[in-house]
């Protein structure tokens, strides 16, 4: 019995990655038909109804503008959602797990634990000399 949620390739994947690349090319082609065949050859061929010339540079410049404006507009939500600098918040919250709060057995490794404020000020800015 295989787990569901494993990442690795099973058949019934693997067919619907095949079938998804093939109606990725098969839909750029069409794409590309459309765009530069002139609307005489597409009407003697039996297509009437399609979109205008246009939106074969508007469609993929509004993608390319939405895929450079997603970054910055992620930035901005991400500084508006998080602390200002001077709020305590910054520095710990309810769901901290302070590493004394865990027994220390020997020869194991330390669980997983949030490192106090003047711990890392210490090690990082005591000994520095200019």
Same mark, same amino acid.
């Given at each position: 019995?295989?787990?569901?949620? @494993?990442?690795?390739?099973?058949?019934? #994947? &693997?067919?619907?990655?095949?079938?998804l690349y093939l109606?990725? +090319?098969?839909?750029?082609?069409?794409?590309? =038909?459309? &765009?530069?065949?002139?609307?005489? =050859? %597409? #009407?003697?061929?039996?297509?009437?109804?399609?979109?205008?010339?246009?939106?074969?540079?508007?469609?993929?410049?509004? !993608?390319?503008?939405?895929? !450079?404006? &997603?970054?910055?507009? $992620?930035?901005? =939500? @991400?500084?508006?959602?998080? *602390?200002? %600098?001077?709020? %305590?918040?910054?520095?710990?919250?309810?769901? *901290?797990?302070?590493?004394?709060?865990?027994?220390?057995?020997e020869g194991q490794?330390?669980?997983? &634990?949030?490192?106090?404020?003047? +711990?890392?000020? #210490?090690?990082? $800015?005591?000994? $520095?000399?200019?």
């Open positions: 019995m295989t787990n569901q949620n @494993s990442p690795s390739p099973t058949p019934k #994947r &693997a067919i619907y990655g095949f079938v109606s990725a +090319h098969l839909a750029f082609l069409i794409y590309v =038909l459309w &765009a530069f065949l002139p609307d005489e =050859l %597409l #009407r003697a061929a039996g297509f009437t109804y399609y979109p205008n010339k246009h939106w074969a540079i508007t469609f993929p410049f509004t !993608l390319f503008l939405g895929f !450079l404006l &997603a970054f910055p507009i $992620y930035m901005i =939500l @991400s500084y508006f959602k998080s *602390a200002p %600098l001077n709020s %305590l918040d910054t520095i710990t919250d309810n769901y *901290a797990k302070d590493l004394k709060t865990f027994p220390i057995v490794i330390s669980p997983i &634990a949030d490192l106090n404020i003047s +711990h890392i000020n #210490r090690n990082l $800015y005591l000994d $520095y000399k200019l």
